[in-house]
């Protein structure tokens, strides 16, 4: 029986379930290399990753266009689960996030929370980050808001570089986040191979807590395996003992807007995260040397020539 005949629109729409299908399939950085194979393919995973963002938005907020709003707004990235389920194939991702995580610099957490308020949320709980999973010497506090069934955890950097509590997190497989308009991922060798690798850093600084063992569990049963740091040398950039950037070849960006392109230089690190870069490197035990350590480290690279420039004029 000879199939049936379809319209242009009926084959286009066709087109684009097939596509959606295969892409619900793939993982983040599959997606991106069939994005580098035409200008057509390219446009369909811009217009994929758009809506998976924007039912994102719609699982917490009433429109689709809030999130990003909101976070762009506050200079402010989502991380933790949500954007570890954000990068990976939904086939094999049984689990789904209960709950957001956004992280927002110290300057801009009030305006982040009148923001929650207008769109019905109440703040449930404030606590520092003393004890809990987000332990770290980077965070100064956590804040929860709920709205009926949702919840949204509101972590506040101590500083205005809203990423350096993410690379002190408990594991590589949760450093990564998303912006309003981009998607990270820290360590893709690993996490795209459902590896991880565990951060020392809190063991090292004295925050690591029972609630990071729990966490730690949670995603082995996730699916990731942990490895040590001489098991992760074949993939590169992963030593623990290597200092990393955000702008260096191990990181994964994609930039919605943009895609397949992706600016990786100061000026659109800046635009992204209102820092010129930021260095981290899990630390511990040097690789092949049983005595030396090297101490765990985050920081950021700033511009500030335009404080100098005042100076200069004052």
Not at 111 to 117: A, G, P, R, T, V
Not at 199 to 226: D, E, R, W
Not at 256 to 269: F, L, S
């Amino acid at each position: 029986m000879p199939s049936p005949p379809y319209s242009p629109a009926q084959k286009l729409l066709l087109n684009m379930e097939l596509l959606e299908t295969f892409f619900d399939l793939s993982d983040l950085q599959t997606i991106m290399a069939f994005a580098c194979s035409c200008r057509y393919m390219a446009m369909k995973v811009q217009w994929y990753l758009q809506q998976k963002l924007n039912i994102l938005s719609a699982r917490f907020f009433q429109s689709d266009k809030e999130l990003p709003f909101i976070l762009n707004a506050c200079d402010a990235v989502v991380s933790g689960s949500t954007a570890l389920h954000f990068l990976l194939l939904i086939s094999s991702t049984p689990w789904s996030p209960t709950d957001l995580d956004i992280y927002v610099p110290f300057r801009c957490q009030l305006q982040l929370s009148c923001l929650l308020k207008k769109k019905g949320y109440h703040l449930e709980k404030k606590s520092k980050s003393k004890g809990s999973l987000y332990s770290a010497s980077k965070i100064f506090s956590v804040l929860t808001f709920t709205k009926a069934h949702r919840k949204i955890d509101v972590i506040v950097s101590t500083s205005d570089c809203v990423s350096l509590p993410i690379f002190q997190f408990h594991c590589t497989a949760v450093m990564n986040f998303i912006t309003a308009k981009s998607i990270f991922c820290a360590y893709p060798s690993l996490t795209f191979r459902a590896l991880s690798m565990i951060n020392g850093s809190p063991l090292y600084n004295g925050s690591f807590s029972p609630v990071g063992v729990k966490a730690l569990i949670k995603y082995k049963n996730c699916g990731f395996t942990f490895i040590s740091c001489p098991a992760t040398h074949d993939f590169g950039f992963a030593c623990k003992s290597a200092n990393c950037c955000l702008t260096d070849g191990g990181c994964l960006w994609v930039d919605i807007d943009t895609v397949p392109r992706v600016g990786r230089c100061p000026e659109n690190m800046f635009g992204k995260l209102a820092v010129v870069d930021v260095n981290w490197a899990l630390g511990g035990l040097l690789c092949g040397a049983p005595a030396a350590f090297m101490c765990p480290y985050a920081r950021d690279t700033r511009d500030d020539s335009y404080v100098l420039f005042i100076l200069v004029l004052v």
